[in-house]
């Protein structure tokens, strides 16, 4: 067992063995102009700032040969995944399927559906289109997780109160110890990115943990010399 002694709520004991990193909806539809996240009207720059940071824990992931999943949220070309009540809500300046800069919004195949160049999958990692926020939600997640043996996950991605957030809930409740990397997320809102991690590590870590990429660089280093 390894611990990151400075987590918070209280430290984070977990086995690098049964570990695995989830990046959700790295894609360019939420991070750069032209996508879903700017039709909706968001500023992307600070989803842009995390990039870095999201690349360093994936490099820190993989050299302690943790198993990455990566995440797109995106729907099938006919929207026979997409409830009309999701296309339909509120009034964006373009809808899902709609045609736009990056090709159709949030359709799988299409450039804005495709994760940062910066953050792409690397050969042999698990790649989920998901249709709703949660990654549980009409996926194989829960069984590439049953595969794996994982039982405590490292998540990171956009955006912390939406499809982050939903993710770490969903794996809370089928029984997965949840560590969030608080520098490894980011929201369009700052109130809520600071909302929803205040949240999740309240009440003796209800919903589970938080970290700073660093905290997790140094405890997965100690678990590679170990194994070494
Ligand atoms: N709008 C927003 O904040 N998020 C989403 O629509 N999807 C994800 O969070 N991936």
Not at 21 to 34: P, S, Y
Request: proline share 7%; charged share 25%.
């Amino acid at each position: 067992m390894r611990a990151i002694a400075d987590a918070q709520p209280f430290a984070f004991r977990f086995d690098p063995a049964d570990t695995a990193l989830i990046v959700i909806d790295m894609q360019r539809d939420f991070i750069e102009e032209g996508g879903f996240g700017a039709a909706l009207g968001n500023d992307v720059r600070p989803l842009q700032a995390i990039v870095p940071t999201v690349a360093r824990l994936l490099a820190t992931a993989r050299a302690a040969g943790l198993p990455v999943i990566h995440t797109r949220e995106c729907h099938r070309r006919d929207l026979s995944d997409c409830p009309p009540a999701k296309r339909e809500r509120g009034t964006p300046a373009l809808r899902i399927g709609d045609r736009g800069p990056m090709g159709r919004i949030l359709i799988a195949g299409e450039p804005g559906a495709e994760i940062v160049p910066e953050l792409a999958p690397a050969p042999g990692e698990i790649v989920l289109d998901k249709p709703g926020k949660g990654a549980f939600y009409a996926t194989d997640l829960p069984d590439h997780l049953a595969r794996l043996g994982t039982r405590s996950l490292i998540l990171a991605g956009v955006t912390t109160e939406v499809c982050v957030q939903t993710t770490m809930r969903e794996a809370n409740d089928r029984g997965f110890e949840c560590l969030l990397a608080e520098d490894a997320t980011e929201s369009y809102f700052p109130a809520f990115r600071a909302a929803t991690l205040e949240m999740i590590r309240a009440q003796g870590a209800i919903v589970g943990w938080t970290a700073t990429v660093d905290q997790i660089a140094a405890a997965l280093a100690r678990a590679e010399a170990a194994h070494g």
